[in-house]
């Protein structure tokens, strides 16, 4: 836009520059007072944003290494680090495979079936993830506090449990997927139909090679869904080997035993990786979704 | 072709199909066995419906349903309904067991009956232990089987005479290590081979017990002791005397409205209730108004073609929700601690105060409207930066010839363009913070508590947190009254929730 600009521009520039830097410093302080945290001796030092001493006691007991004080007492690690990433990873990549699953194929049902009661159903979808979980809790802690009765491999303190009560969570997903699915033209398939397959076949051979994009999204998006979640894991998980690392970073945290620096390193060890994926998700996130919204 | 792969593609599926049947009505029959009628109705109805499905035909559609929204009725649609249902019980730890198992550990009550003690030793066995027990005066002793002592549920424990046993019996465990046990020993009923019931009635020995209630055919207990008569009432969920006092412990019946009117007749429930409830929407409103000003004004600083650096600062301010949640708010929990966080240190050093964020209810509310703040601007950012750029440019062109200034702009043509569609967006994060517990639960639990309470609540606890202390923490466990305030949470939900739909269709509408 070619206009004349005033005096008062330059200032404007100016300033709004400076807003931004400032915003920026605010934004990211958490961020930096807690790197600075973790590399400092001693759970209760204050000192500046920069560490005059660098100790990486944190970070080894983060790592789940002992570590031996000036004293000459050994400090062992007081919480199991990287077994809750290890337990956050696995319940959230197993969620992600079996929420992939069961929503791929009720969306290829969506996008490319004719039934009864298909505008109900989805509708129904949309409707059922406006409720978060977080209003069930009481049901939810019931229902496998007696399936646990019955079956002790998927009842309370179980990883079993937690899978069963996240692969329910699907409504979004399907959504996401049809949205994508809607815009693979239809004639490919129905080529494949000519030559023989079955729509089973047309199904996993044809459309689901076209899909991978969507499907990686989706997958990232369930998997980081599941590794931040913290109402249904709180109920369902109590003993401290089985916790996951939401529920478990909380307890560095009390105020009796108040462990500020082993936090520190613990979240950047933890919340780190999560962040990359997330950002990289987000990229493929946006491209996706308005790949698959365009026809949508 | 081939014979083989064509016989094994033709028989496996039918043969698969036929194995899961099985499997399914094994694990139903287990499922009955355990006394879990309903569970074992449930399994049963989804198998027929499964096999239903995948034989017929004329459902063809519904193969590649089934699985998904099997799933999502029963892990997310059952347990909201099961919420509702139990809003309308006495569930609680008072009431835990249903009237069967209830029924059952009157049953299992014993006392101590007639007879003398039999002296009692515990040996160890590897990692688990046998129990002896010796009559010194007829000269017998009994030699249990090895039992590992692990937790306490009450258990029988047949004892044989001490010759059979083949191996030798180790020396006693010390006196020490039987009173750790004692619990567990406690759970124990050792059975002579002649029938005669013992429990563990001392550090050294075994007394003779007999069951204490005996079930009448009306189904009253008899207590054997003293005569009396336990009546279960149906209407309290609880077995009573004769007096009408409550035994322990109760079991569950339905209530029919009594939770709801607790919460909503009730003082002690109602009070606390509604300055939970103004807060909760006071909460939600403020959050998303400073998070959507904010991310507003970013996203029209990003917009503006004289402003360098944008990738860099956009990436910077983005940063926020790309971290986990639970992490940055423990982060902020720790930088806003009282005594040693770094943001009072830092404030003490500049202006001498050293504000008291988690007991002060006001600066605990502030608090959480900061981090929320800080946590959902990102959002908002990147919503309306997509849809400033969705404006046509002329339009601002246009107002330039005319001479407006950016204030002018901002309020004539970008926010009544963005308004619309932005609405159902800004309604949809106010459902999701009138339910934010995991930020108010991770920050500060919902305390500093109220001091004028007689049920524990909290100044910063919103409605969602609020039902989980009472279900989960504090108060004892109250799930019936826990999931009515779930069960009216989800009204309001709904509510919102059409509004929101509302909305959206006003701006789909719009757009045509």
Known sequence: ?296 | MNPAPSALKRWSPPVLLAVVLLAALYMVTLVHAAGETLLAGTMLIISALALWVYTSPRTYAYRYLFPGIATALIFVVFPMVYTMSIGFTNYSSKNLLKFPRATQYFLDETYQAEGEPLAFTLHADGREFRVRLEDADAGHAYVSRPVALKNTDLQDLKVEPAEQLKAALGDPVQLKDVIARQPQLKALTAILPDGRMLRMTGLRQFGPVQPLYEKQADGRLLNKQDGSFLLPNFDTGFYETASGERVQPGFQVGVGWANFQRIFTDQAFQQPFIRIFVWTVVFSALTVFFGAALGMFLAVLFNWDALRFKGLYRTLLFLPYAVPGFISILVFKGLFNNNFGEINLILEALFGIRPAWFSDPLLAKVMLLIVNVWLGYPYMMVICMGLIKAIPGDLYEASAVAGAGPLTNFFRITLPLIMKPLTPLLISAFAFNFNNFVLVSLLTGGRPDFLDTSVPAGTTDLLVSYTYRIAFQDSGAQYGLAAAISTVIFAMVAGISLLQMRFTRIARDDKR
């Not at chain 1, 200032?11 to 830097?21: G, N």
């Not at chain 1, 005059?52 to 031996?68: C, D, F, N, R, V």
């Not at chain 1, 509708?123 to 978060?132: E, R």
Request: no cysteine; net charge positive.
């Open chain 1, 1 to 296: 836009m070619a206009i004349v600009l005033d005096k008062s521009h330059r200032w404007r520039v100016l300033a709004a520059h400076a807003f931004l830097i400032g915003l920026i410093l605010l934004v990211i302080f958490p961020f930096l007072m807690i790197l600075s945290i973790s590399l400092r001796p001693g759970n209760f030092a204050a000192g500046s944003l920069i560490p005059e001493h660098i100790s990486l006691e944190h970070w080894k007991l983060a790592l789940g290494i002992s570590y031996t004080a000036p004293d000459g007492r050994v400090v062992r690690p007081e919480f199991p680090v990287l077994l809750w990433l290890w337990n956050s990873v696995k319940v959230a990549a197993l969620t992600a495979v079996i929420t992939l699953s069961l929503s791929t194929t009720a969306a290829y049902a969506f996008s490319r079936m004719k039934f009864r009661g298909k505008q109900a159903s989805l509708a129904g979808l949309m409707l059922m993830q406006m409720f978060p979980s977080v209003l069930a809790l009481v049901a939810i802690y019931a229902i496998f506090d007696r399936l646990g009765n019955v079956f002790p491999s998927v009842g309370i303190d179980s990883h079993a449990s937690l899978l069963l009560a996240y692969s329910g969570g699907i409504a979004l997903h399907v959504w996401t997927i049809k949205g994508y699915l809607d815009t693979i033209p239809i004639e490919i398939e129905e080529a494949a139909k000519v030559d023989g397959a079955t729509p089973w076949q047309a199904f996993r051979l044809v459309l689901l090679p076209m899909a991978v994009p969507i499907l990686m999204v989706v997958f990232l998006l369930a998997f980081i869904g599941a590794i931040i979640e913290y109402p249904v894991a709180s109920i369902l998980l109590h003993e401290e080997a089985k916790l996951t690392l939401a529920v478990g970073s909380k307890l560095f945290l009390y105020e009796q035993k108040y462990l500020w620096g082993d936090f520190a390193a613990a979240a950047i060890l933890s919340g780190l990786p999560i962040t990359v994926v997330f950002i990289l998700a987000q990229k493929w996130m946006i491209s996706g979704l308005t790949a698959g919204g365009l026809k949508g």
